[in-house]
């Protein structure tokens, strides 16, 4: 998968993170924080090439989710990480507060997302958006030769295109609020924290990162179940 962007922690210290799933599930969830990442971003106000860019997102995106059941993925994997810090409520280093606020926000995306309807289900009530979608499969097939009410939506206002966008993105808030809480608990599994206080076992490591100085000229790679890093001398 692409790297996530170079992260400044000074003029001297720019480093490229590279992450790297260990399953299939955790490979599916990166690409799905990914798609979010870039569509939320193309959907700030902007040009409406911006936002074209945007819609590109969000059909990938709803494309991911009919595809497959990541909704049923999150849930089950949110449901695993409850239990496991459920079994953390005894232990003297763990701060009270601290975790049942953690579980209070699992239950609580949890049962948004279970009781949500499939966010694809926007694409079908829409028929222009399934139209668009259509066309956008097609090189150049958005031009206004090809789809004049497409390039009628382009020449609206910023403020219109963003209300828009914002409309057909709001199905997908609630799955992206739980993404970003299940990874975030996987990515501090194992970790010290000082919330936690101790090393929190929500889950085996999933994820392998990877920082590497961005003037060393190195990139990583991954085969075969294994991170690399080439150096050439």
Known sequence: MPAPPARTTGVSRRVTLYEYPFNERIRAFLRLESLFD????FA???DSRMHQQAMGALFELIEATERTDLKGGLLQDIERQRQALMNLREHPDVEPEVLDDTLAALERVAGQLFR????SQLLRENEWLASL???MAVLGGTTHVDMPSYHAWQSKDEAARCDDLQQWIAPFSVMREALDLLLDLLRRGGK???KWR????TARCCTARLAISCASGWTAAMARSRISVPINT
């Open 192 to 194: 010290s924290s000082a």
């Open 133 to 135: 979608r259509g066309r």
């Open 44 to 46: 700030q106000p902007g």
């Open 116 to 119: 949500q309807p499939r966010a």
């Open 198 to 201: 101790m090393r929190v076992p």
């Open 38 to 41: 870039r569509l939320f971003y």
